[in-house]
């Protein structure tokens, strides 16, 4: 028995970019040629395309739709991210590495975390427990190997993700997109008509006159939001208040002989600058808050930061950290800067626009749209909004710096019971408490917890009852075996020049 609905014949896609074209690919390779999907953008209107770090889910992403690694990294001069490194956000002159991987290698019944927490708090440690990250080892050598399967070896213990041009991106997806039967159309949308019954949208216009209908409709304009909020109204929650900054000064810069395999943060007066390595060139940027900085000041400070000559003019981007009230709305779903923006700090913005993708393919509606799918969606993405935003604020609240407003006015700020409650639990016991769904699992919140040298009082309890484990030997051959395996790997730029050297990289 069915309640009449048809399977969607029809839909559209409003805007290009990565959020754009991320979208078509997957819609494409979802729905195969059962539903027609039509792609707008207009060249004059341009994209932000700065988000060039991303984390490791997505390689899932890239897998899923059947883009082949070497190819992929090929064609957008990428290279590869083992973590994030943060320097000056506790303290002006210290520094810590987010990791993409676990620390160490679990030798008992224990976490390895619980024994290092029991070893640093007793005095047997005094290193940082960067000093048990394959990722960080690989990072400062500047070595660079894919992760290898066997779960015996030390070499099983670390992820990875990419950085690449955005823009490259978008047309390598684009291709790909067009290739399994997205028709594109190039022009401005000029209005947009709704059903006057429901307000759901049934066409936009473009420039040219052209009207484009639809059944489905997604709206990936950008900061614009020109369906979800220009049209529908969907509401728009602002977070600045947890996190302040509200712009960003983006410009690339010639790259280095060295293409480090991470990305780094460094903390400023007024925000943080971020380096992105890639083949061709290097991405930066100075995340900033206006109400402590001006545009000019902000600009000559990133310009005098930079470790190689311009390629082009700065860029100013202006944003409001936070998320619509509604994600999907009637028969819309916002997806990447249309649904919100968390600032890039932990390379989230393409992740948001992924799992955005993945949750729509997952609860793709027949013709009904059953406002049930559109709740669930909202409920979904709104718990994963909330989750990322208290791990972003954790970065500025732990901060012990005073020596400029911006840091002061974080250090004091209340902060959402939800992170306060998961600060505690660290504190007091040096335990971590999460949702099984949060995207950064344990070794992150380990990582940006001590590294901002917030360090428990105590170390959980169970560590100091597994009497007999030779903890310390088993650290010690751990700390070894990190060493050799790191001696044996190419360079990250001969391992780049090896398997997936990009074009204009020469």
């Not at 793709?364 to 994963?384: F, H, I, K, V, W």
């Not at 769904?437 to 070794?443: G, T």
Request: aromatic share 10%; charged share 20%.
């Amino acid at each position: 028995m069915t309640d009449g609905n048809s399977p969607l014949k029809s839909i559209v896609i409003v805007g290009g970019g990565s959020a754009g074209w991320m979208t078509a690919a997957a819609l494409a390779d979802a729905v195969g040629q059962s539903c027609s999907i039509t792609l707008v953008e207009s060249e004059a209107i341009g994209t932000v395309g700065v988000g060039e770090a991303t984390i490791p889910p997505i390689r899932n992403f890239n897998q899923r739709i059947g883009i082949d690694e070497a190819t992929f990294v090929k064609e957008t001069a990428g290279s590869y991210k083992l973590g994030i490194q943060f320097v000056d956000w506790s303290r002006i002159g210290h520094s810590y590495f987010h990791p993409f991987g676990q620390y160490g290698a679990e030798f008992d019944k224990v976490p390895f975390y619980h024994h290092w927490m029991h070893e640093f708090l007793d005095g047997k440690i005094s290193g940082p427990i960067d000093d048990f990250s394959m990722c960080w080892a690989m990072a400062k050598a500047g070595k660079f190997a894919h992760p290898q399967a066997d779960r015996r070896k030390i070499q099983s213990t670390f992820d990875y993700a990419y950085h690449f041009d955005a823009g490259l991106y978008a047309g390598f997806l684009r291709r790909l997109s067009e290739a399994r039967g997205v028709t594109r159309l190039e022009g401005r949308v000029v209005a947009v008509s709704q059903r006057a019954e429901d307000g759901f949208i049934e066409s936009v216009t473009l420039e040219n006159g052209a009207v484009v209908s639809g059944e489905l409709f997604i709206d990936c304009s950008g900061f614009r939001g020109l369906l979800i909020e220009e049209t529908l109204k969907a509401g728009y929650e602002n977070w600045q208040h947890w996190l302040p900054c509200d712009r960003a000064i983006a410009v690339p810069c010639e790259k280095q002989a060295e293409i480090t395999p991470y990305t780094r943060s460094t903390a400023k007066s007024a925000g943080w600058q971020w380096r992105i390595p890639l083949q061709h060139r290097t991405g930066n940027g100075y995340v900033h808050c206006s109400e402590f900085i001006s545009e000019e000041d902000a600009t000559e400070t990133l310009m005098g930061s930079l470790d190689g000559a311009p390629l082009a003019e700065p860029r100013t981007l202006r944003f409001v950290t936070g998320r619509r009230r509604k994600f999907w709305d009637r028969n819309c779903v916002a997806i990447g800067l249309s649904a919100g923006f968390m600032e890039p700090l932990e390379s989230t913005s393409l992740h948001l626009i992924q799992y955005g993708i993945l949750r729509l393919i997952a609860l793709l509606p027949d013709s009904g749209m059953s406002p049930l799918l559109a709740q669930e969606y909202n409920r979904q993405t709104t718990a994963e909004y909330e989750r990322i935003r208290d791990f972003l604020i954790l970065h500025y609240k732990a901060t012990t710096r005073n020596d400029a407003e911006l840091w002061r006015y974080c250090s004091a700020m209340e902060i959402p019971d939800s992170l306060q409650y998961k600060i505690d639990h660290f504190r007091s016991h040096g335990m971590l408490v999460s949702d099984e769904r949060e995207l950064f699992a344990n070794p992150s919140w380990i990582a940006v917890y001590l590294g901002q040298e917030i360090v428990p009082q105590r170390a959980p309890a169970i560590a100091s009852m597994r009497e007999g484990v030779p903890v310390a030997e088993r650290m010690q051959m751990i700390a070894r075996a990190m060493q050799e395996a790191v001696a044996e790997m190419p360079t990250h730029a001969d391992f780049l020049a090896r398997y997936c050297p990009s074009p204009l990289a020469s």
